[in-house]
């Protein structure tokens, strides 16, 4: 970004979307810590129906298309997994 950028949009020069992005991670990583599948899937179900709020509008239950589809977890699959352990 150029000079005439930041002079135009002075806030933007304060953000710091690497740190944002850092802190929002280890928040979720500490919200879902050693949640099973079920619980992590609801979690950000609940995040999703959060963001929606927030901009005012409904969760688009209607879509044709979801982001996410639950499925069931194979019998021979742990139940956690081992990275949000």
Not at 14 to 30: D, F, L, P, T, V
Not at 56 to 85: Q, R, W
Request: charged share 30%; aromatic share 14%.
């Amino acid at each position: 970004m150029n000079e005439a950028f930041w002079e135009k949009y002075p806030k933007a020069a304060k953000i710091r979307c690497i740190e944002m992005k850092a802190r929002a991670q280890e928040r979720i990583a500490r919200e879902t810590r050693g949640l099973d599948y079920d619980q992590l899937f609801a979690y950000f179900r609940e995040a999703s129906n959060q963001f929606w709020r927030d901009l005012g509008h409904v969760y688009p239950e209607a879509s044709p298309t979801p982001m996410a589809v639950k499925e069931p977890t194979p019998p021979n699959k742990p139940a956690k997994l081992p990275y949000f352990s």
